[in-house]
């Protein structure tokens, strides 16, 4: 497993703030931006968002999809992204410790 964290390639900053675009029937677009030098640091596409503690509404909605259209695959989906998030939160969070970069 490789582990980084975002760094701008102007100033050398990882001080960055993510930009979220939603549009009805497209993928939700993150732009990260530079804190320091306020430079584009990067952009993508997502597929499969998830926003920690939001809850099942946000991430419904994230996909394009209404709570009445909502049964028992999107919960099983939302509930198992959402355990990835958190362990594999841990996980880099970890090995970013091992480099000493858990800043
Ligand atoms: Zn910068």
């Known amino acids: 497993m490789q582990v980084n964290r975002q760094t701008c390639q102007r100033c050398k900053s990882i001080n960055v703030r993510n930009i979220l675009r939603r549009e009805p029937n497209r993928p939700t677009v993150v732009y990260v931006?530079?804190?320091?030098?306020?430079?584009?640091?990067?952009?993508?596409?997502?597929?499969?968002?998830?926003?920690?503690?939001?809850?099942?509404?946000?991430?419904?909605?994230?996909?394009?999809?209404?709570?009445?259209?909502?049964?028992?695959?999107?919960?099983?989906?939302?509930?198992?992204?959402q355990d990835n998030a958190v362990a594999g939160y841990e996980e880099v969070l970890e090995q970013l410790t091992e480099q000493n970069k858990n800043v």
Do not use: Q, T
């Not at 030098?37 to 991430?59: D, F, P, R």
């Open 33 to 81: 931006r530079c804190a320091n030098c306020l430079e584009l640091v990067a952009y993508y596409e997502l597929s499969n968002y998830y926003h920690h503690g939001k809850g099942i509404e946000s991430y419904l909605r994230a996909h394009g999809m209404h709570a009445n259209d909502s049964g028992r695959r999107w919960l099983a989906d939302f509930k198992r992204i």
